[in-house]
C-alpha cells in the first residue's frame, strides 16, 4: 500500500465556470513528495488546487486517491473521481485531504459575520464559539487510517504561530492574519495525509512566517505531505523539492529540481498584470496645492469585549499623503482603517472627522465609500459573486455594496481603461465567483 500515490491525475479535464481547463493533465502525488503549484494570479492554480481533495467536476480521464482510499476503506480499492462521477470505495478523500483557502477564510468570514459590518458588532460574537472550543470539535478526530494517536496538541500548534493569546476569543473576533493561522491549526489537527495550503505567507506578518515555516518543516517530518499554492517563488517552503508551472489554466512544465535555481517558465500572452496607470487616475495640481485633511482620528479607543484593540490613537492624513499601515497580525491595523471607511460603529463614539466632518454628524457609510474606496478580506467575502466583472467593478460609481447600473458614457470609458490597465479584459463577462482570488481584489481595488 505504501507504493500507491496519494493523488494520480490520468489525462484529467477539469470543468471551471463552463469552460474545460487543464485538458489531459497527467500528474501524480507520492506521500512524503512536497509539492508547490506556482503561476500568476489568473493562472488557474486554485482551480487545479480544488481537483486535489475533488473540489471541481472531472469531465475527461480521471483522478484518483489511491492511498488515501485504501486507508480509509481497509480494502485496497482506490477511489476514483472520473467523467462518470465519483465511484465510492468507502468514504470521500475530502478526509484524508485537508486544504486552507481564500474561500475557506471567506466562507469563515460570512459564517460568522452575517453582513459587511458584523464582524465589529458585539451581537454577531454570540454566535461564534471561541478559539478553543471551534478547535476541541477537531482535537479529538482520528487520523486517516483509523489509529487514535493523538493529533499533534492543540496548545503546542497554538503556541508555534503565535495564537496562545486568543483561545478564549471568539473566532469572528480574530484579525484576517490570525484567521489564516488559525485556519491551517484547524486542518492540521486531524493529521491528513494530504494538506493543500493556498498562499499560506499571505497576510502573516514577519515573524508568523517565520513561526509557520518552521512548524510546516516539522509537519513535514511527521509524515504530512504538502502541497503549496502561490504566486510567488519566494514563499515556496524550504522542504518542497517539486514544481507543477501553471498558466493559461494549463501545466507549462514539472519541475523536479525544486524551486532554488529552477527558471520561472514565461507567461502566456495576455497572462498577469502589466499595470499602467497612465491617463487611468488624473492627477490634480489643485488638490496638491490645497493639501487639506481628508483623515482626522483624535485619541482614538476602541474596545472589543473586554480587550483593548486600539488605545488613544491620533492620526491625520492629508492630500495627496501615501501611508503604510504596518504591524503585527492583531495589532489592530484593520480595526483603525474601519474607522475610516465607515464600517466600524465605535466611530460613532470617537472623534472621528472624514473631510472636515465628524463622523455622526449624518453622512451614512454609503456617503462616505462615495469618496473612500477599500479593498478588504471581508468586502471580497461578502461582494455579490453572481456579478460579472463589468457589473462589479461599475457599481463603484453607485451606492450600495454590489449596487448595479447601466453607467454613463464617461462611466463605461473609465471602466473600459481600468479593465485594460488591470489586465481584467479578457474576464469582463465572467462572474466575480469563478475569480481567482487575486483577480478579485483587482476587481475590487478597480
Known amino acids: 500500500m505504501d507504493d500507491l500515490p496519494l493523488v494520480t491525475f490520468a489525462d484529467a479535464t477539469l470543468l471551471h465556470d463552463g469552460r474545460r ?48 482510499e485504501s486507508a480509509l476503506a481497509g480494502t485496497g480499492r482506490a477511489g476514483t473521481r472520473s467523467a462518470q462521477g465519483w465511484q465510492p470505495s468507502g468514504t470521500s478523500p475530502s478526509s484524508c485531504v485537508h486544504h486552507v483557502s481564500f474561500d475557506d477564510q471567506a466562507r469563515r468570514i460570512a459564517r460568522y459575520s452575517s453582513y459587511l459590518q458584523g464582524r465589529y458588532e458585539s451581537l454577531e460574537d454570540e454566535r461564534a464559539p471561541t478559539v478553543a472550543q471551534a478547535l476541541a470539535a477537531r482535537h479529538g478526530a482520528s487520523p486517516p487510517d483509523g489509529r487514535r494517536a493523538a493529533p499533534p496538541p492543540l496548545e503546542g500548534l497554538l503556541g508555534r504561530l503565535g495564537l496562545a493569546h486568543t483561545v478564549d476569543r471568539p473566532v469572528s ?88 535555481g529552477s527558471p520561472t517558465p514565461k507567461r502566456s500572452p495576455g497572462s498577469g498584470v502589466g499595470l499602467s496607470l497612465e491617463g487611468v487616475i488624473a492627477a490634480s495640481d489643485e488638490r496638491k496645492r490645497r493639501r487639506q485633511l481628508v483623515v482626522e482620528l483624535r485619541n482614538v479607543t476602541v474596545r472589543a469585549a473586554k480587550t483593548l484593540v486600539l488605545d ?15 504591524g503585527p497580525n492583531g495589532s489592530g491595523k484593520t480595526t483603525l482603517l474601519s474607522l475610516i471607511v465607515g464600517d466600524h460603529p465605535q466611530a460613532y463614539a470617537n472623534d472621528v472627522r472624514l473631510f472636515g466632518h465628524r463622523r455622526g454628524d449624518g453622512q451614512s457609510i454609503w456617503e462616505i465609500r462615495e469618496r473612500v474606496g477599500h479593498v478588504s478580506p471581508e468586502l471580497q467575502a461578502h461582494f455579490p459573486g453572481s456579478m460579472t466583472v463589468t457589473e462589479a467593478i461599475l457599481s463603484g460609481f453607485f451606492d450600495g455594496l454590489g449596487a448595479v447600473g447601466d453607467g454613463s458614457p464617461g462611466q463605461r470609458e473609465a471602466l473600459k481603461r481600468w479593465e485594460g490597465a488591470l489586465g481584467l479584459s479578457g474576464v469582463a463577462d465572467r462572474s466575480f465567483a469563478s475569480l481567482s482570488d487575486g483577480q478579485k481584489r483587482l476587481v475590487l481595488l478597480a
Open 21 to 68: 481547463v487543464f485538458l489531459n493533465t497527467t500528474w501524480s502525488i507520492r506521500a512524503g513528495e512536497h509539492w508547490a503549484i506556482l503561476g500568476p494570479n489568473g493562472s488557474g492554480k486554485s482551480v487545479l488546487a480544488k481537483a486535489l481533495w475533488d473540489g471541481v467536476p472531472v469531465v475527461g480521464g480521471t483522478v484518483s486517491w489511491p492511498l488515501a
Open 312 to 326: 488613544r490613537v491620533s492620526w491625520r492624513i492629508r492630500e495627496g499623503e501615501s501611508w503604510a499601515l504596518t
Open 173 to 260: 473576533r480574530l484579525s484576517n492574519g490570525e484567521l489564516r493561522k488559525y485556519l491551517i491549526v484547524e486542518a492540521l489537527l486531524p493529521r491528513p495525509l494530504l494538506l493543500v495550503l493556498e498562499e499560506p505567507m499571505q497576510g502573516l506578518d514577519r515573524r508568523s512566517r517565520h513561526r509557520l515555516g518552521r512548524l510546516l518543516g516539522t509537519v513535514a517530518r511527521l509524515g504530512v505531505t504538502l502541497v503549496v499554492v502561490t504566486s510567488r517563488e519566494r514563499d515556496i517552503p524550504r522542504m518542497v523539492r517539486q514544481v507543477l508551472h501553471v498558466d493559461g489554466d494549463r501545466v507549462v512544465s514539472l519541475d523536479p529540481r525544486g524551486p532554488r
